[in-house]
């Protein structure tokens, strides 16, 4: 059982970065690839970055491709979501995943809520 804890997320302003971190639970993390998703209020939720095992694999949807840089640290069992230029439409909780299959998830973390403000 993979325990995933996710922070860094809060209030920014429009155009503002935000950084959100997963801290994993378990000494075979580098065997995991590594995701973030994210649900805005009263949509589902939906897939934002994964990174694979050796971290050499990133892949992002269209909405943040160009805005958003996954990283992990296999050494620290974390993984990172760096957010530029931030819009309101970004505005959602983000869930930290853990997985098989690049892009799937097997794991969720409990989530942490980024709000960006026009």
């Known amino acids: 059982q993979v325990q995933l804890v996710e922070s860094g997320g809060g209030l920014v302003q429009a155009g503002g970065s935000l950084r959100l971190s997963c801290a994993a639970s378990?000494?075979?993390?580098?065997?995991?690839?590594m995701g973030w998703f994210r649900q805005a209020p009263g949509k589902e939720r939906v897939f934002v970055a994964a990174?694979?095992?050796?971290?050499?694999?990133?892949y992002y949807a269209d909405s943040v491709k160009g805005r958003c840089t996954i990283s992990r640290d296999n050494a620290k069992n974390t993984v990172n979501l760096q957010m530029n230029n931030l819009k309101p439409e970004d505005t959602a909780i983000y869930f930290c995943?853990?997985?098989?299959?690049?892009?799937?998830?097997?794991?969720w973390g409990q989530g942490t809520q980024v709000t960006v403000s026009s």
């Open positions: 378990e000494r075979t993390f580098s065997s995991y690839n």
């Open positions: 990174i694979n095992w050796s971290g050499i694999g990133t």
């Open positions: 995943t853990a997985a098989a299959r690049v892009g799937s998830a097997d794991y």
